[in-house]
């Protein structure tokens, strides 16, 4: 089944301006990757794959073997094998084994800054390759099911970032200043110090940008990280480690554990890493940062907007990328659209006639909609009947399950849907929590608003929790300059091409408002999350002459 459905995803996604991707879409290719221990097309019940673990430099199994279920049937086609409780130690030993000062910083062993610039460099050239870029592709889809050119774009901007730090660039994440003292001899220089030992949990709707992005930024700032990815889709990390270390990675650089929430939690109460970074849920995020004590890093759940402004242009443009925002890989994307506003002006053209249509032209067969791996169908269609009984509101779209599938029942499978909720609706207090729940599936609200309503769509604003991404979809300068003045998402797009997803490697992505926010993919980025800042005060002398002791003070 997967193979039909991925080659028909190739023939339907294949956009006419990429002749890369165009190049290798239909290809097949035969198991013949010195890294890979897998191949994802033969990945199934009868043979199924095994993840392990690494740590202190040592690929091992474990006692207990953890199935993961096919998203698309219901086999068993995945083993992994999950330290428990009782497994930590080696882990917390070889985190102990790191001392504060980092495997490397500016003075120590700087040699390594141009060795990971030069992993970089050929981790970035295997990626380039049609083969290797077409089998991680295709194992993430195997995994986190989304269209091939989804999967695909997540390889490319991990590619694309390996680029951005070859050669010297690593070093240049370190680079220090320095501001004249008070008398011959001093200085004061500043520096980008690592914290150490640190740890990395990541999610599964990106199995392999968000953990490579946030690994190699721990790497190049001098940290000994334990990475642990959601074990349903960890084989696509697994299998890029073994690539990093075919590009000269040292084994026992980064510690990788397959295990449930509670065992993780352990590890990281008893290794006790000087950082912790995570992406995923607010109420695991919240969990952690008490359990840690604040030393965290979070890019946590994104209930994510899009405002429409006054001025109506593209409309069939628009549509799309509202199209794409909400329901690309099935709306499990973190920067997913969660709310739309409308303009009155925008209500009155044929936007939400555009956006019914190109929903339904999503299918199960090319992946443009499939399975949801964290709400089931049940919790999602109960969320859309409890917003449906709000007076005002109505279905726009969907709101009914996938048919004709073999989706098992531990994920959700639902058509894309839309429901329409009045403004003055959604800020009752009564309300306001339903409607600003985050629905991580193809599910979003939409509204609309006259001009003497702004102030109030500002105050929803203000009102949410979580403040990732953002979209003001206009190229009034007035109306952007005050909606952005008045708003606070980390990573916010502005003006007619505003989206709220697909976010490269080339500017930060993150949450803004929380002093524990994380970002990912920029230099800046990187230097936030991965070091710390160090001032050294250098005084040399001399001592003045005719120097004597002063009176004491």
Known sequence: MFKLLVSRAARVSTPHNHNAFASFAFSRYAHSLPFATVEAEEISGSRAAEVLNLVQGKWVGSSNWNTVVDPLNGDSFIKVAEVDETGIQPFVESLSSCPKHGAHNPFKAPERYLMFGEISAKAAHMLSLPKVLDFFTRLIQRVSPKSYQQAFGEVYVTQKFLENFCGDQVRFLARSFAVPGNHLGQQSHGFRWPYGPVAIITPFNFPLEIPVLQLMGALYMGNKPVLKVDSKVSIVMEQMLRLLHTCGLPLEDVDFINSDGKTMNKLLLEGNPRMTLFTGSSRVAEKLAVDLKGRVKLEDAGFDWKILGPDVHQEDYVAWVCDQDAYACSGQKCSAQSLLFMHENWSKTSLLSKLKDLAERRKLADLTIGPVLTVTTDSMLEHVNKLLEIP????????????????????????????????????????????????????????????????????????????????????????????????????????????????????????????????????????????????????????????????ST
Not at 414 to 431: H, R, S, W
Not at 530 to 541: A, K, P, T, V
């Open 392 to 551: 005002g509101s109505k279905l726009l779209f969907g709101g009914s399950p996938l048919e004709n599938h073999s989706i098992p029942p531990i994920y959700g499978a639902i058509k894309p849907t839309a429901v329409y909720v009045p403004l003055e609706e959604i800020m009752k207090d009564k309300n306001f929590e339903l409607v600003t729940k985050e629905i991580f599936g193809p599910f979003q609200v939409i509204t609309d608003y006259q001009n003497s309503q702004l102030a109030v769509v500002l105050d929803a604003l203000e009102r949410m929790h979580n403040h990732l991404t953002a979209a003001v979809v206009s190229n009034d300068p007035l109306f952007l300059q005050e909606v952005i003045g008045k708003s606070v998402n980390g990573t916010t797009y502005a003006g007619l091409r505003a989206r709220t997803t697909g976010a490269p490697q080339n500017h930060w992505f993150g949450p803004a408002g929380d002093a524990r926010g994380a970002g990912i993919g920029t230099p800046e980025a990187i230097k936030l999350v991965w070091s710390c800042h160090r001032e050294i005060i250098y005084d040399f002398g001399p001592v003045p002459k005719n120097w004597e002791v002063p009176p």
